[in-house]
Every structure is written in structure tokens, then in C-alpha cells.
């Protein structure tokens, strides 16, 4: 089974920048197309960020366009989220995730594997 986990979360003040990392426990991100969701306190969980393999096609929310930039780096199976000019309303756990298959997606039911989440929180 492929496990994923997620790191990089914390404390950041408004209009502050957090880096997330991704990577993985089991057969690594080889062909997987990867993304970022995200779920606030008693909300549901929400695209956030996607990339395809090997990484040539990208697609991000609205809510984040502009300050977000999805990247991975293929030879360390690592998956990132560069979060730039965050905002109170970005603060969430935040999840990767992988795809079986290399083209990207936006709905969560298309991935087949999930981290456990981190945590992201921005004060104002």
C-alpha cells in the first residue's frame, strides 16, 4: 500500500508565507498525478491544488490563484505546496494526495490515496 504524509504545517501571521511537503512510505509518486485538498472546522474538505505526471500541467482553485504555486520534485517523490500572502480564511488541515493515474484532477473521489493531514493556521 502507498502511505503519504505530510509535513511543514504551523502558525504563520496574514500576508506570511508556509512551504508543505509531501512524500511517501511505500512505492513512491512514480506515474501519479498529485494534489492538495483542504478542510476547515466543520466544513468539507476542498481542492485546493493538482499536478499531473511528470509535472508539466497544473490547476489550482480561484480562492487560492495567484498566491499558491503546486510543484514536485520526481527523483525525491516529493509533492509541494508553496503558500504565499496567506489569509485567515486559508487556516485548515491541509491533505495530499495521490492518483492512479497521470493525468490531473480536481474532484477528491478521483484519488486512491490520502496523508493524515497537517495543519496550517494563519492569525491576523
Known amino acids: 500500500q502507498v502511505q503519504l504524509v505530510e509535513s511543514g504545517g504551523g502558525l504563520v501571521q496574514a500576508g506570511g508565507s508556509l512551504t508543505l511537503s509531501c512524500t511517501h512510505s511505500?512505492?513512491?509518486?512514480?506515474?501519479?498525478?498529485l494534489g492538495w485538498f483542504r478542510q476547515a472546522p466543520g466544513k468539507e474538505r476542498e481542492f485546493v491544488a493538482a499536478?499531473?505526471?511528470?509535472?508539466?500541467?497544473?490547476a489550482l482553485a480561484d480562492s487560492v490563484k495567484g498566491r499558491f504555486t503546486i510543484s514536485r520534485d520526481n527523483p525525491k517523490d516529493i509533492l509541494y505546496l508553496q503558500m504565499n500572502n496567506l489569509k485567515p480564511e486559508d487556516t485548515a488541515v491541509y491533505y495530499c494526495?495521490?492518483?492512479?493515474?497521470?493525468?490531473?484532477?480536481?474532484?477528491?473521489?478521483?484519488?486512491?490515496?490520502w496523508g493524515h493531514g497537517t495543519q496550517v493556521t494563519v492569525s491576523s
Open positions: 494526495a495521490a492518483r492512479q493515474y497521470s493525468t490531473r484532477a480536481t474532484n477528491e473521489q478521483e484519488y486512491d490515496y
Open positions: 511505500g512505492r513512491g509518486f512514480s506515474g501519479n498525478a
Open positions: 499536478i499531473s505526471y511528470p509535472g508539466r500541467s497544473t
